[in-house]
């Protein structure tokens, strides 16, 4: 059975390839059979691997296969090997059946495109970029993995690329991640020179033993790891091209924020946690910048008008909320909530498409409302979603996983009273953001019609990911609600345990119990403030404070004005005042030199014959002169 | 036979080759000029035989013989282009065929 794992991220390959190549002469329904049936027997394969795993795991918890030897270049052999553990046995999990999920749902979301097999095409290459990714063996593997992904979002963002928009957007996006690449290039190159290896294992082992805690090149190459994870988990300052990558199709938003992209900088993290924790300086890094970036996300979600821009932030919101988890130490709980985000997440952003889908590309949550009627299965679905987002208590799988990183963040002894603090905004900020897009939406007067309706295609993968959303949860619960902790333990043989600090059992179902109340009372204000009474929260926006805090975050805090007055305008402004190259200087002295001998020599070309006598004179009266003198 | 001493035999060829030159540079009329060049030829097999007879040596005799030949060619050649010259510009001026002015 292991001996099959090269064949999940394949497939997804191979399912390119076809497309790519002779795709275009495939019927619709044989592209989409291709394009879905591919990511589909890789989501197979991946659950009957795992089944393997927990029934019987390999020895020591890791399989390792080594499909070819990539270079050979005296000691430093990068091969081509795929690496499953626990960690990776997740993610696989994880990007393969929620990007099924997906898949299956642009089958039909996407029917009426144009482009429907390069569609396919990028979402396959896409999906196998990101498998590769997690089960790459090597960092340089895994960087191919990373590129690939970041290659498949621009042409997945700038899918629909006639429209300049669209097309802007995508660039912004590879720009953008590529700041964080090119860090963790660094990154490798440190970690290469110095350990002699990239295989992820050896390098653990060797950092370990050449590297003592908060040793400057740990902390250096922890950092540029650090920065390339913040450009692909789109967190502070490197998180401004996920709004914009909205401008793709909504199941692509899906797929970059659900099941593939975003998670990657969380894998990363979390699969070199040794090295983190040889930094700790970088991990407190990784904390603080979570829960800042939850908090300045989550605020600028509060005053979107465009529903799938509400996504996106609370997308870098709940990254945010991973790398607070990763930062005090709690790697299973970061990936809990990876895995419980990406069911949820997923399903939103479906359950946006069939909204976006059937008014024709209308997402301003203000022109619809009252949508409840038209589209129940939808409306109860995303309500599923919006209700695990904004970790309603008991019943849904984010407050599980939230509550743990709340817990974590406090009782780590990385964390503390303040990064909880910050949580426990975010938690309010959440709740109140989801449940206004919830209420704007399908609340209130219709102010439009849908005339599309989801069919079977779109309504399985709705269905699923609102079970899972509900369900997934109870594989880990704290413990007075059952104290289940299968993930945790699953995870345990390649992920050491948080070190709690000295908190009793009692604290931790007060603080349960503040995080449930805060999530309710989230939801009960923005009922208040968006349903009850309108008139509330106009009022709030007139008043002045609350207007500058509207604008501040309608414009997400003004980090995409700052970055453009920054980098954009000075850079306009340093090309323009050299448009004139000034390396073209040198050439053009060349080139003026040249111009300047022609000149003067071709003044002595009279034409008189007389005249180049009297050179062949001189001439020859200057040789015969040297050759007697000398 | 008195000898004639060897300067003097290359100070009058000197003199002629100067002559000749002087009278290259200086003339416009083409039929001059190719005169001229024929003082230099002359001049340099002048300087040629004193400098054979100087060393006893056969040499120079026969490298004045060559020129002869040589002479006798250029002559052909260049009243030929003489010819071409005046059919062309109707004139012996050599300052009238600056075409190839850079």
Redesign the interface.
Known sequence: MYDLLWLIPALPFAGFVLLATIGSRFPRSLTAAVGVGSVGAAAILAVLTAGRFVVSPPPDDFFRQTLWTWISLNGFTPEIALYLDPISLVMVLNVSIVGFLIHLYSAEFMADDESYCRFFAYMNLFLGSMLTLVLADNLLLLYLGWEGVGLCSYLLIGFWYKEPVRAKAAVKAFLVTRVGDAAMAFGLFLILANLGTLQIQELTERAVLLWPVGSKLAVAAAGLLLIGALGKSAQIPLHTWLPDAMAGPTPVSALIHAATMVTAGVYLIARMHVLFTLAPMVQYAVAVIGCATLLVAGFSALAQSDIKRVLAYSTISQIGYMFLALGVGAWSAALFHMVTHACFKALLFLACGVIILGLHHEQNMFKMGGLRRQIPFTFYTFLIGAASLAALPLVTAGFYSKDEILWASWSSTLGGPWLWLGGLIGALLTSLYTFRMVFLTFYGKAKSRIDRFPGTAMMIPLAVLALLSLGIGLIQTPGVLGNVAFFSGFLSASLPAMTEGNVSARFENILLVISGVVSVSGIYLAYLFFLKKPGLAQALTNNPLGAVLHRCSFAACGFDRAYHWLFVKSFVRIATWNRHDFTDLVYRGVAGFAQVCSII??????????HY??GI?IGAVVTIAIMVLS | MASVPVEHGLLLAGILFSIGLMGLLVRRNILMMLLCVEIMLNAAGLAFVTAGAALRKPDGQIMMIFILTMAAAEVAVGLALVIQFFHSFKTLDVDAADKMRG
Not at chain 1, 601 to 610: E, H, I
Request: hydrophobic share 45%; charged share 15%.
């Open positions: 020599l071709g003044a002595s070309q009279t034409g008189r014959v007389r006598a009297v004179v």
